[in-house]
């Protein structure tokens, strides 16, 4: 999978690592800033009251 | 020979989507610990200003705080001196990532009866996280708008999740009328897990009316 992300990517091995770079950027930005708080409601190991 | 190398793509595919989900995954830690942090901190900001500007206003006190709204200071100096948290109106999870909830219904600071607090553990700036080292005559206090109220600590407990008697006004006899003003603290236990309750109970011990 990456290998084949590697390959597609243009130019030569600096450019490709910079465009690589920015593309973990990008999945890491998507997932902190989008995915996870919508995830987090639903993971309780942390519910701090009490209810019958 | 053909099908073994599409085996060991297929094998190697396999691997990398494992890696990268444990990556996310401890991404994701990284975030429940750290990232709703933020979230806390900008809110506690403009809760703590809002008491600072109603501070001395016994007037804001009457009535009922609205859910959401900050409804006093807290500091426990065991815990830092630097210890301060605006507590929410409220217990509802919109409330609790803002800071320490009030139940609402529970008693005010102050007044007879059981005032209730319960606050995150391990998320979202985590306010709750060091209850468990209060001993015995810690003072907890609580700064509302009218009056600060210095409770101190007079035992701990770890109860289930469903054991709602802590929550009267005599924590844990709810036939019985008070006389005495109380003070909650309720967190998870143990820590990273929500298979229990960890509670902190105090007593008023002193009120110091804020002068007009």
């Known amino acids: 999978m990456y290998g084949w992300i590697w390959r597609h990517l243009p130019g030569g091995p600096p450019t490709r690592l910079l465009a690589a770079l920015v593309l973990v950027a990008v999945a890491g930005a998507v997932l902190w800033y989008v995915v996870f708080p919508l995830l987090e409601p639903a993971v309780t190991l942390d519910e701090v009251t009490v209810r019958k | ?212």
């Open chain 2, 1 to 212: 020979m053909h099908n073994l190398s599409r085996v060991r793509a297929l094998l190697r595919t396999c691997g990398e989507l494992s890696i990268t989900a444990g990556l996310v995954m401890m991404f994701f830690c990284a975030y429940l610990l750290w990232g709703t942090s933020a979230y806390t901190q900008r809110q506690q900001q403009l809760l703590q200003r809002q008491l600072a500007e109603e501070q001395g206003d016994a007037t804001a006190h009457l009535g009922r705080i609205r859910l959401g709204n900050a409804l006093a200071l807290l500091r426990i100096p065991r815990l830092g001196d630097d210890y301060k948290y605006a507590v929410v109106e409220g217990v509802d999870a919109e409330h609790l990532k803002k800071g320490p909830g009030h139940y609402p219904g529970s008693a005010l600071p102050g007044k007879i009866g059981n005032l209730v607090l319960s606050g995150h553990r391990t998320t979202y700036a985590a306010p709750f996280n060091r209850i468990d080292e209060l001993r015995r005559g810690d003072e907890i206090i609580v700064d509302a708008r009218e009056a600060r109220y210095t409770y101190r600590v007079i035992s701990q407990d770890v109860v289930e999740p469903d054991e709602v008697d802590i929550l009267a006004p005599v924590p844990g006899k709810p036939d019985i009328t008070p006389i005495r003003a109380m003070i909650t603290l309720l967190t998870c236990h143990p820590e990273y897990s929500a298979a229990q309750r960890l509670i902190v109970y105090g007593v008023l011990k002193s009120t110091e009316q804020r002068k007009a």
